[in-house]
C-alpha cells in the first residue's frame, strides 16, 4: 500500500492508495471523529460496497443516506436529503461523514460536511477512477445549479482519503476510460514524464492491470496533491487542474448533466485547449495528434458533441468561475507537461478552433 | 460617527455606526472588490431603501435580488434565488454581495457568499436592532431546517459592517423589542455595567431616542467583536453569545419559524437560562427579578409560548449544535455580567425548571 500526505499545514491528510486498502479498519477509523457516523453513498454503489465498509465501523453509531446515481442529481435538492438524514439521526457537530462513492457523491457529502452544523469532519472513499485521481483530493465539494456547473460550494479538507483499486473491478468501461481522462490531464498539464509513461502503459490500464492501475492513481495523486499545497484556494497555480475543464463544462452544462460523463467532456475539452495551443504556436500539431491518440486509445471523444456551436460554448464559458471582471481566462498548454493560465491569448482564435471543432 | 474594528487577523473588518452612515458612499465602496454588485434585499425593504443604497454604487454594476420577508423563508428554496439572480447576471468570483436588511436577509446573503463560486466577498448592512448588534457582526451564517434551526451554513466573514441608526425609524415596534432583547444579553453575559446602564436608559431606547440607541448599539457591537476575536468559530468563549438561545431556538423550531421572532423566543430562553443558573446556586431569585423586569419594560416574552411542554423542548434541544456526544450542553449565568458554557449541571435542575415554567 503507497501513502501520501496532502500538505496544508493543520489541514494536512493522508491518501491511502493500494489493492484491498478498504479491508483495513486501521486506515479508517483513526479518521474518524466521535462515534456518530454517517456515510453517504449512492443507489449503484450502495449494494456493492456499503455492507463492506459498515464491518469496519461496527464500534460507532453509523446511519446511511443512499442518494440516486448521476451528476443530474448534484444539486441542491438531493443535498437536503443528507442533511435530513444527519438530522432525523441527531447528529450533531461532532459527527463524521463518508462520501462512498464516485465525484458526485463525493462533492455532495464534502459539501454537506461544510455546511452541516457550519462544518464537520469528513473521510473520502473515492470509487470510481475519476473521483480516485481527482476529485477526492483538494478539498473541492459543492453541487451544480442549472446555469452552471459547481457553482454552488466550499473549500472544505477531508479528514483522510482511501483508495482501494479492488473497487474498480465493477466499474463500468465507460466511467473507467472518463477517469483515465483525468489521468492524462496529470501528464499534460505538469508532468511530461508522465504523459510518456501514459502512451507506453495505455493498453494495461485500459486491461485493468492492477500493478498500471496503483501506478497512474499514486502518481496523479501525487501531482494533484503538489499542486494542491501551493495554492489550495486556486488564486493562481491551482487553476491549471482545470485543463479541458472550461470547455468542458460548457458541453456538460449544454447537453444537460449526465448525458456526456465529466471526464468525457473534459477530453473533448483537453483536445480543444491544445489545438488552440498549436494554434496560438506554443505546442506542435503533431503534439496535438499524439494527444488525441491516447484520449483515443482510451475510447474518449475528442470533439464536441453534434450540433454544439461556437455560440453555445461563449455563453456558458462566460459564467465560468475563472472569468474575472469580463475576461475569459483559459488553460493552455506551453508544452506538454506544462500548462498555464491566462487569459492574454488572441480571441480570434478561440474564434477560430470553435469553428473549426463545432461539426452543425 | 463612531467605528469599531472586528480583530480577525487578515480577515479583521470594521463595523460603522451612527445616524446617517449610509448616506456616506465613502464608507461603503471601499469595500466592494470590482464591478459587480448584487444587493439582496427583501420585499419589505426594498421600497424602504433599496433606492438610497443605489445611489451610493453609481459606478457599479449593480443588480438586486428581492426574497420573501420573514423567518420562514430562510431556507435553501429561498436561497436558489439569489444563485439564480447571480447566474443569470453572470457575475463571477469577484463580485461583491451586499445584505440589505434583518437577520434573515443577513445570514442568508452571507451563506450565499460562502457558497457562490466557493467563496465571494459581501458587505452587511442591518436594517434592524437585532441585526445591527448581533447578527451581521461575527461571520456566522446560514439558513434553517425544519428539524433545526441555522443547521446549514458556513462561518464566512464580511468584509464591513454598515449600521446606519436612521434606518430604524421604519421599524415596527415589535422588532425593536426583539433587537433589544439581544442587546440585554450582551449586558448578562459579558457587562455587568451595561446591564446596570440599560436599567437606567431602557425606557429611552424604547422611544427610540437616537443617542441612546447609537451607544447602545456601540456597545453591543464592541462586546460581541471582543468574544468573536477571541473565538472565531466558536469551539470555547464563542458559545456564550448564545445565552437564552438554545430554549429560543426549541421554541421557534416548535412554533414553527416566524411564529415569535427569534428576539422574543431568546427572552423567554434567557429567563429559563436565569431561572436554572438561579436554582443551580449562581445567581439570586432577586436577580432573576432585575432580569424579568428589564425584558417586561422592553415588552419581551419572559415564558415559554402556552402549550409548550418540557418534553417539546428536551427533544428539540437534543439537536442543537452545541451537543458534544450527546451531553446538552447550555450556557448559564454566573453572575449578572458573566456566562459560562457547560455541560456540568444538575439535569434534574433543569427537568424542574422546565416543568416550573412550562405553562400546559
Known amino acids: 500500500m503507497l501513502e501520501l500526505t496532502v500538505d496544508l499545514g493543520d489541514r494536512s491528510y493522508p491518501i491511502f492508495i493500494g489493492s484491498g486498502t478498504l479491508s483495513d479498519a486501521a486506515k479508517l477509523t483513526p479518521y474518524v471523529r466521535a462515534k456518530q457516523v454517517a456515510i453517504v453513498t449512492n443507489e449503484t454503489v450502495a449494494p456493492l460496497y456499503l455492507d463492506k465498509l459498515k464491518a469496519l465501523l461496527n464500534d ?41 462513492g464516485g465525484g458526485v457523491v463525493g462533492d455532495m457529502t464534502g459539501f454537506a460536511a461544510a455546511c452541516y452544523q457550519r462544518g464537520v469532519e469528513f473521510i473520502q472513499i473515492p470509487t470510481t477512477v475519476l473521483s480516485q485521481v481527482d476529485s477526492s483530493v483538494g478539498g473541492k465539494t459543492g453541487v451544480n445549479h442549472p446555469l452552471g456547473k459547481n457553482m454552488i460550494g466550499a ?7 482511501i483508495i482501494d483499486t479492488d473497487l474498480l473491478a465493477t466499474l463500468p468501461d465507460r466511467e473507467l476510460s472518463a477517469g483515465i481522462a483525468e489521468i492524462i490531464k496529470y501528464g499534460l498539464i505538469c508532468d511530461s514524464e508522465f504523459f510518456t509513461w501514459l502512451q507506453a502503459n495505455i493498453a494495461k490500464l485500459m486491461a485493468r492491470d492492477t500493478d ?28 491549471i487542474l482545470n485543463l479541458g475543464h472550461t470547455f468542458g463544462h460548457a458541453i456538460e452544462t449544454h447537453l444537460g448533466y449526465g448525458e456526456w460523463l465529466h471526464g468525457e467532456a473534459v477530453a473533448a ?61 483559459l488553460v493552455l498548454l506551453e508544452q506538454v507537461g506544462k500548462a498555464v493560465v491566462t487569459s492574454e491569448f488572441d480571441r480570434s482564435k478561440l474564434d477560430e478552433v470553435l469553428a473549426e471543432m463545432c461539426v452543425c
Open 60 to 100: 460507532f453509531d453509523v446511519i446511511d443516506v443512499v442518494l440516486p446515481d448521476g451528476e443530474a442529481f448534484k444539486n441542491l435538492q438531493t443535498l437536503e436529503a443528507v442533511f435530513d438524514g444527519l438530522l432525523q439521526a441527531r447528529h450533531n457537530r461532532a459527527t463524521t461523514l463518508i462520501a462512498l
Open 155 to 161: 473549500f472544505h479538507q477531508p479528514n483522510a482519503v
Open 212 to 239: 498500471a492501475l496503483v501506478y497512474a492513481i499514486h502518481r496523479s495523486c501525487a501531482d494533484k496533491a503538489n499542486v494542491v499545497a501551493e495554492d489550495e484556494k486556486e488564486s493562481g497555480i491551482r487553476a
Open 269 to 329: 475539452g483537453m483536445v480543444m485547449a491544445a489545438r488552440l495551443s498549436c494554434r496560438l504556436g506554443d505546442i506542435s500539431r503533431e503534439q496535438v495528434e499524439q494527444i488525441k491518440a491516447l484520449l483515443q486509445q482510451a475510447n474518449l471523444p475528442v470533439l464536441p458533441p453534434e450540433g454544439m456551436t461556437p455560440d453555445d460554448f461563449l455563453s456558458i464559458m462566460a459564467v465560468d468561475k475563472k472569468v474575472l471582471d469580463s475576461r475569459l481566462r
